[in-house]
């Protein structure tokens, strides 16, 4: 292996620690298939990266299929992807286009979409449940899996007063009502979808239940780290919007990896495990130590403001669990963690103006007349003797892969009576189109693309 090697970015250190603490689990996963969903994103580049580094290291010749929505993107960032045994397969959780083939293990990396406008937490319930129970249908009934990871999130807690640390056990939830509390409610459901198949079906589910990380590819501007580091590096002074109590911990995504693979092979099945840090500092403190690792000038200002996201006084974990069952425990201290974070971005300053604009894309939501835009108009409305429009299809898939809403519709079935859903549903998937939803007639939309209004031709130009 040359220092020259690229494993997606991540620092040969983190990777050579990662490796020193999970040596046994790479013998139980040599040569064997893993499955990833979400593995382009922070927690699957991290996986990513630890799986090459051993496939190097080790010759663990572990074979990886992730699913991606858009893997050309991902490929053209990371063209390592191939030579490393992980292979890109295009799909979308929203649709059951799954890889063909058997695999023993599979990891959903599930992660929080930070607070999003109330017209897209539909799309937000949608996806995160229904995507979810088709990976478990998935591994139970088609992949023969024996592990299952699901990355769910401490948020399933609910608010938490007071400055004790939260045990896997704590009773509270969230507040169903609450717009806030929509990201925690739909994790507790799909917990529930997770236990239901190890019992019904014996799938060797664990459930990694994950708080908050910092370390390279953290998205930029995404919650009180992110926007105190991107302030911070750009010299700007940072601001708090409340008064700085409130108590957070941020565990190292080097040790984030460690830790998610001991869970995966190690788990007990159905058992869920706080994943995160014990060493609690306050958002004041926290903000003064980014400060200072960066050598800001500028001094921390406290608006003592009420924040209405700050439903949360402490979001700590207890991690006793981890730590007598599988050995596990927090190797980075945090101002090691923000030290190394901080070297990382300062040497990618163009990887962290992508975090900024990637992950948290301006969404537009467009309905697309599926005729005439992605099928031939044919006699006897029958989808399947339609001819698909490659071109058109392509820059559909482009709109929603830059994480716009995409709803098609028809209005065959009104012409002839017949519901047309499920066969339109298994024609656009085999033709690969990538969407939110099916409407059997015109939903309101941001841009309406249809072969008799905005022409199919101008999909190009539209960005």
Not at 96 to 109: Q, R
Not at 113 to 124: A, K, R, S
Not at 235 to 247: A, M, N, R
Request: glycine share 8%.
């Amino acid at each position: 292996m040359s220092s020259s090697t690229m494993y997606f970015n991540i620092p040969h250190e983190d990777l050579s620690e990662i490796l020193s603490r999970t040596e046994d689990i790479w013998q139980k996963l040599k040569g064997e298939r893993v499955f990833i969903t979400g593995g382009t994103g922070f927690f699957g580049r991290w996986v990513l990266a630890s799986i090459a580094y051993a496939n190097d290291i080790l010759g663990a010749n572990i074979q990886v299929t992730v699913m991606s929505r858009d893997p050309e993107s991902f490929r053209h960032k990371f063209p390592e992807c191939e030579q490393h045994n992980i292979h890109l397969h295009a799909g979308d959780l929203r649709h059951s286009n799954f890889p063909a083939g058997t695999f023993p293990h599979v990891i959903h990396l599930a992660t929080d979409p930070g607070y999003l406008p109330e017209e897209q937490h539909l799309q937000i319930i949608d996806g995160t449940i229904n995507g979810t129970r088709r990976v478990l249908d998935f591994a139970s009934k088609r992949a023969e899996t024996k592990n299952f990871l699901y990355c769910s999130s401490g948020a399933i807690y609910g608010p938490v007063s007071g400055k004790e640390s939260i045990s896997e056990d704590f009773k509270p939830a969230p507040d169903c009502t609450a717009p806030e509390s929509l990201f925690g409610t739909t994790k507790r459901l799909t917990e529930q979808l997770c236990t239901q198949h190890h019992k019904q079906f014996g799938l060797n589910v664990k459930i990694a239940r994950c708080f908050s990380f910092v370390g390279p590819h953290l998205p930029m501007g995404h919650y009180a780290i992110g926007n105190f580091l991107q302030n911070a590096l750009k010299g700007d002074k940072i601001t708090i919007e409340g008064d700085g109590t409130p108590i957070r911990s941020y565990l190292y995504m080097s040790d984030l990896t460690v830790w998610l693979w001991h869970i995966l092979l190690l788990g007990a099945p159905g058992s869920p495990y706080n994943v995160g840090s014990d060493q609690s500092y306050s958002i004041k403190t926290l903000a003064e130590l980014i400060r200072t690792s960066t050598n800001t000038n500028e001094e921390v200002e406290v608006k003592r403001k009420e924040n209405k996201h700050a439903h949360r006084s402490c979001y700590v974990p207890n991690i006793t669990k981890a730590s007598n069952e599988l050995g596990l425990r927090v190797w980075t201290s945090l101002p090691n963690a923000l030290k190394r974070h901080i070297k990382w971005q300062q040497n990618n300053t163009e990887t962290a103006s992508e975090q900024k604009t990637s992950y948290a894309p301006e969404s537009k939501k467009f309905v697309v007349d599926i005729d005439g835009v992605i099928a031939s108009i044919t006699e006897g409305n029958d989808y399947t003797q339609s001819t698909p429009l490659a071109e058109n299809i392509r820059h559909i898939n482009r709109l929603y892969a830059q994480g716009n809403y995409i709803v098609l519709f028809t209005a065959r079935g009104s012409e002839t009576g017949i519901d047309w859903t499920e066969l339109t549903q298994q024609q656009m998937d085999s033709w690969g189109v990538q969407y939110h939803e099916l409407h059997l007639g015109k939903p309101s939309a941001t841009y309406y693309i249809d072969d008799k209004m905005l022409p199919p031709e101008a999909l190009e130009y539209i960005n």
